[in-house]
């Protein structure tokens, strides 16, 4: 059996070193990069070409189908993604890429997507793959690059969450405090990984260090020193950066306040 050289692309690190541990214990696969920049990623694989490539959708830079779009001339390996979302994408996936995994991804999950790669390098031509290649770019409309759950660690493991019940998002570090009522908790990721993953007209960034479910929004509040806040459902403030207020009071579509003549 021949040995397959894979590189891995994920902007979370929980994620990408789960991927690492499962592919450490992978009989006939060579790990050659497991990095978290969608950008470095794409000049490794075009340098390196690996056979495989298992790459997250959502990232900041370039996501999953633009870093496909980017490959050099003529390289067609076979594409594993890696996705939170699930039922709509499916259709997409088959037509072009080998497989898809959902988050997080199981022993047994990522052993028969990697068959399913060995398989495709075997039995099509590199015509026939770069053809299944070309299509993929556009096999999905940009909103379905929004991811519609997270995963987020509580007592005694993890439950998955609807984006939709999330109520607003805090950096804390190389951390975010996802609040979702009773699983609220903390994962390892920065703001602007996040926006990539979940940034809609409903869950938006309000500041440099917070998002907000503007459905979750209870009421707004004019500050002691003029500026903005947006009170959510569970009573929480966030404080609406001041680049940011024009566009929260657009999406809102709350008036501007004006004084008495």
Same mark, same amino acid.
């Given at each position: 059996?021949?040995? =397959?050289?894979?590189?891995? @692309? ?5 994620? #990408?070193?789960?991927? +690492? ?17 969608? /950008? ?8 390196? $070409? ?20 980017? #490959? ?28 898809? =995994? @959902? +988050? ?9 997507? #990697?068959? /399913? ?26 909103? !379905? #690059?929004?991811?519609? *759950?997270?995963?987020?660690? @509580?007592?005694?493991?993890?439950? $998955? @969450? ?11 570090? &190389?951390?975010?405090?996802? *609040?979702?009522?009773?699983?609220? %908790? ?29 459905? *979750?929004?209870?009421?707004? *509040?004019?500050?002691?020193?003029? %500026?903005?806040?947006? &009170? ?6 966030? !404080? ?8 929260? +009071? ?12």
């Amino acid at each position: 059996m021949s040995i =397959l050289t894979l590189l891995a @692309v994920d902007d979370e690190p929980a994620a #990408l070193n789960r991927l +690492k541990s499962l592919l450490a214990e992978t009989p006939g696969v060579t790990l050659i990069g497991a990095l978290s920049d969608s /950008r470095e990623a794409l000049a490794r694989i075009n340098r390196e $070409r690996p056979d495989v490539l298992i790459l997250d959708i959502s990232m900041p830079g370039l996501n999953g189908l633009e870093l496909i779009a980017n #490959l050099a001339k003529g390289y067609a390996p076979a594409v594993i993604y890696v996705t939170a979302f699930q039922s709509f994408a499916v259709d997409a996936f088959e037509r072009a890429a080998v497989d898809y =995994l @959902v +988050k997080p991804a199981s022993s047994e999950r990522l052993r028969m997507a #990697l068959d /399913r790669a060995r398989e495709r390098l075997n039995n099509a031509t590199a015509a026939q793959r770069l053809k299944a290649l070309e299509t993929l770019g556009g096999s999905l409309p940009a909103e !379905s #690059l929004r991811e519609q *759950h997270i995963w987020v660690p @509580v007592r005694g493991g993890r439950t $998955r @969450v609807s984006i939709a019940d999330v109520r607003w998002i805090e950096a804390e570090r &190389e951390y975010a405090r996802i *609040h979702a009522g009773p699983d609220t %908790g903390l994962v390892r990721a920065s703001m602007t990984s996040l926006e990539a993953r979940f940034g809609s007209e409903r869950m938006v960034r309000v500041h440099r260090s917070a998002m907000v479910n503007l459905d *979750h929004v209870r009421r707004s *509040h004019t500050t002691a020193w003029g %500026g903005m806040a947006l &009170e959510t459902s569970d009573g929480d403030m966030i !404080s609406v950066g001041p680049s940011y207020r024009s566009n929260i +009071k657009r999406l809102l579509r709350e008036p501007e306040l004006r004084t008495p003549s």
